[in-house]
């Protein structure tokens, strides 16, 4: 499998994040994340985070930092989580 990083909020990144920005999995979202859960070949920490967006029933998209502090909010989490190499691999 080639590799893999997933830079964008993650179901652990949500302390903080306003509650009323998560949104609803949907249908679709709960097909790929329980997709992502059950494949062996997937990397622990990718399961990981699909079984806690299932068990929390919701998700949160970059944007929802936005609601928190803008743009600068958003570019300050992007920035932070590249130079501190702080992905989901």
Do not use: N
């Not at 609803?24 to 990397?43: F, K, N, W």
């Amino acid at each position: 499998m080639p590799h893999l990083a997933w830079l964008g909020l993650s179901p652990f990144d949500l302390d903080g994040v306003d509650p009323a920005s998560l949104q609803p999995l949907t249908p679709r979202d709960r097909a790929l994340a329980s997709g992502i859960a059950a494949r062996p070949e997937m990397p622990a920490a990718w399961a990981a985070c699909a079984q806690e967006m299932l068990d929390r029933g919701c998700k949160a998209e970059l944007e929802s930092l936005y609601s928190r502090g803008g743009v600068g909010q958003v570019l300050s989490y992007v920035l932070r989580k590249l130079a501190t190499k702080d992905w989901v691999t």
